[in-house]
């Protein structure tokens, strides 16, 4: 099977199914605040940084699938530009806060200085970074969508 073939038959409905996934991924680095933070409770954090940052890295290499030609598909990433912004200012957020500034992922959700006093997990610290390398790893995923001739 030639490459070209491969990206037709296979490559470019992989790819559109990564981008989908892309969406959601996308959309969980933000919207992990809405946890209650009962007691100092950390799980969303964790769930997002072991279940949905590995299927996030599945659904970037699925995307990449579909870059470099000319395709239809790369309609399907429209939606990430406005979601990376967001999903960006908030990986900051914590980066800044939690991974630099010692805070517990509670205070800086809620805005409750008190979840300081709350022991923060040993991986609270990485998930700021972490989720920002997914949001590069993903922009450089549109970049090569809709530039594809681009040396990056």
């Given at each position: 099977m030639?490459?070209?073939?491969f990206k037709n038959s296979i490559g470019k409905?992989?790819?559109?199914?990564?981008?989908?996934?892309l969406w959601l991924s996308a959309f969980f680095v933000p919207i992990v605040e809405i946890s209650t933070c009962t007691q100092g409770s950390e799980d969303a954090w964790l769930g997002s940084l072991f279940?949905?940052?590995?299927?996030?890295?599945?659904?970037?290499?699925?995307?990449?699938l579909g870059t470099g030609a000319p395709t239809r598909i790369k309609w399907l990433s429209l939606p990430l530009f406005g979601l990376l912004p967001w999903a960006a200012?908030?990986?900051?957020?914590?980066?800044?806060?939690t991974t630099l500034g010692g805070n517990h992922l509670c205070a800086l959700s809620t805005g409750e200085l008190g979840?300081?006093?709350?022991?923060?997990?040993?991986?609270?610290?990485?998930?700021?970074?972490?989720?920002?390398i997914f949001v590069a790893v993903t922009a450089w995923c549109l970049i090569r969508y809709w530039w594809p001739s681009s040396n990056c």
């Open positions: 030639s490459e070209n073939n409905p992989l790819a559109g199914t990564g981008l989908v996934a279940v949905f940052f590995p299927v996030s890295l599945v659904a970037v290499g699925l995307a990449f200012y908030i990986a900051g957020k914590y980066i800044l806060g979840f300081n006093s709350y022991p923060s997990s040993w991986w609270a610290p990485f998930w700021g970074p972490m989720q920002l």
